[in-house]
Nanobody, 125 residues
Framework: QVQLTESGGGLVQAGGSLRLSCAVS????????MGWFRQAPGKARESVAR????????YYADSVKGRFTISRDNAKNTVYLQMNSLKPEDTAVYYC??????????????????WGQGTQVTVSS
């Protein structure tokens, strides 16, 4: 059984930063590509960032490119999302997810096999 646990969400003012973490247990972390998604109230879940199993390739949604950075530490079985220059429109529940397949570019939620429970990020104006 694979378990993903997010942490690091919270309330921040516009222009501020947050760092989300997602700890993965249960299977070989380095065999997964990892992604971060977000879902705002009344909106569909959207892909924010993706990182390959080795960490050598990263992909971002246009809305966060240049502000967010995805990274991973395979020794710690953890993936991170550093979020800078936050905007009120970044407010959402953020989820991490694991994908057993190798696939370039961002992938939609249906491709991912395992999900965390989510962490709330609220950006005030």
């Amino acid at each position: 059984q694979v378990q993903l646990t997010e942490s690091g969400g919270g309330l921040v003012q516009a222009g501020g930063s947050l760092r989300l973490s997602c700890a993965v247990s249960g299977r070989s972390f380095s065999s997964f590509a990892m992604g971060w998604f977000r879902q705002a109230p009344g909106k569909a879940r959207e892909s924010v960032a993706r990182i390959s199993h080795s960490g050598g390739s990263t992909y971002y949604a246009d809305s966060v490119k240049g502000r967010f950075t995805i990274s991973r530490d395979n020794a710690k079985n953890t993936v991170y999302l550093q979020m800078n220059s936050l905007k009120p429109e970044d407010t959402a529940v953020y989820y991490c997810a694991a994908d057993r397949e190798i696939g370039p570019s961002l992938r939609t939620a249906g491709y991912y096999d395992y999900w965390g429970q989510g962490t709330q990020v609220t950006v005030s104006s």
